[in-house]
């Protein structure tokens, strides 16, 4: 379970997450990390949220955002907002680190999904030169409101359910016990998506 304060890093990425507020410190209105990131990273794959914004907010260095297909330059002192549905993807093409601020909202599982894809890293189950496994892929964006290009939408169709199952049977989950702790998920329901937005 995140902590505040507490440190993360990710071996294959490089990058390290502080916590600065949980969702369990904001009662699941947002979550907030410092967030650094290795120089000449690996570009993170394109995706979006349905329910959540992001705000980047650079301290140091130069951080590369694709969002909706218009590349933002961001150095220290800049912020950008991601907002819901806004395809996008970030890297450091610099020779140097990047540190920025991250504001989730709302925090939704958002820390559970960093600390899911983090221990699936350090553990040898992800490598991102060879991106993650198509069926873990489909798993964690079915756990997560994580929508990565290239997967089927989630829908009620069978082909759909057989995908999901077919993972499920070859081992792969949207959450690992021994990379969180004890399990705190937001179930995504209408109710809700209309407290939120109240």
Same mark, same amino acid.
């Given at each position: 379970?995140? &902590? ?10 490089? *990058?390290? !997450?502080?916590?600065? &507020?949980?969702?369990? /410190?904001? /009662? =699941?209105? +947002?979550?907030?990390?410092?967030? @650094? #990131?290795?120089? $000449?990273?690996q570009r993170l794959l394109r995706h979006y949220h349905s329910y959540q914004t992001e705000t980047i907010s650079v301290q140091s260095g130069a951080l590369? !955002? ?11 002192? /800049?912020?950008?907002? #991601? ?46 030169? *060879? ?12 756990? +997560?409101?994580?929508? !990565? ?11 759909? $359910? ?8 070859? =081992? @792969?989950?949207? +959450? ?15 109710? @809700?998506?209309?407290?939120?937005? =109240?």
């Open positions: 379970m995140a &902590k505040a304060d507490e440190t993360l890093e990710n071996k294959v990425t490089g *990058e390290k !997450v502080r916590w600065l &507020k949980t969702a369990r /410190d904001t /009662d =699941g209105n +947002y979550l907030q990390y410092d967030w @650094y #990131i290795a120089p $000449r990273s590369t !955002v694709d969002c909706d297909g218009t590349l933002h330059l961001l150095h220290r002192g /800049d912020t950008l907002t #991601i907002q819901k549905g806004q395809l996008h993807q970030w890297w450091n093409q610099e020779d140097e680190p990047v540190m920025a601020t991250v504001t989730v909202e709302p925090a939704l599982n958002t820390e559970t999904q960093i600390e899911q894809l983090f221990g699936l890293c350090n553990d040898g189950q992800v490598t991102f030169d *060879e991106r993650l496994p198509f069926l873990q892929q489909v798993v964690l964006s079915e756990e +997560y409101d994580l929508k !990565v290009v290239g997967l089927p939408e989630k829908t009620n169709s069978l082909s759909y $359910r057989l995908l999901t199952s077919f993972a499920s049977i070859l =081992g @792969y989950k949207g +959450y690992y016990p021994q990379y969180s702790g004890e399990r705190r998920k937001i179930e995504v329901t209408l109710p @809700y998506i209309r407290k939120q937005a =109240g």
